[in-house]
Nanobody, 123 residues
Framework: QVQPVESGGGLVQAGGSLRLSCAASGRTFSGNIMGWFRQAPGKEREFVAAIAWSDGSIRYADSVKGRFTISRDDATNTVTLQTNSLKTEDTGVYYC????????????????WGQGTQVTVSS
């Protein structure tokens, strides 16, 4: 099974940017839909973005449209989430995961979760 490994989180001021990466350990992401989710303290894990490895189709949460960009790199087998114009409400642990079944916006339908990377946006 594919095991995602996230990196790139950190502390940034509001309005700043971070580039999050998700690399595959083990198998490749090829043929999968890969998603990014985030979880703030005391809140449920929420969908951020997803990309289909086969055709590159993309889905974003309304809260990040126009600010975040998800992309894939076949050569490095990496999924990247470019986060711009960050807001304090973007703070949380960001997870990369492989989609298994159901709606791509629902965390229940994902397996192969990474360990997460912390993003903290200060005001």
């Amino acid at each position: 099974q594919v095991q995602p490994v996230e990196s790139g989180g950190g502390l940034v001021q509001a309005g700043g940017s971070l580039r999050l990466s998700c690399a595959a350990s083990g198998r490749t992401f090829s043929g999968n839909i890969m998603g990014w989710f985030r979880q703030a303290p005391g809140k449920e894990r929420e969908f951020v973005a997803a990309i289909a490895w086969s055709d590159g189709s993309i889905r974003y949460a309304d809260s990040v449209k126009g600010r975040f960009t998800i992309s894939r790199d076949d050569a490095t087998n990496t999924v990247t989430l470019q986060t711009n114009s960050l807001k304090t409400e973007d703070t949380g642990v960001y997870y990369c995961a492989g989609h298994i079944r159901g709606a791509v916006t629902n965390a229940i339908g994902y397996g192969y979760w990474g360990q997460g990377t912390q993003v903290t946006v200060s005001s």
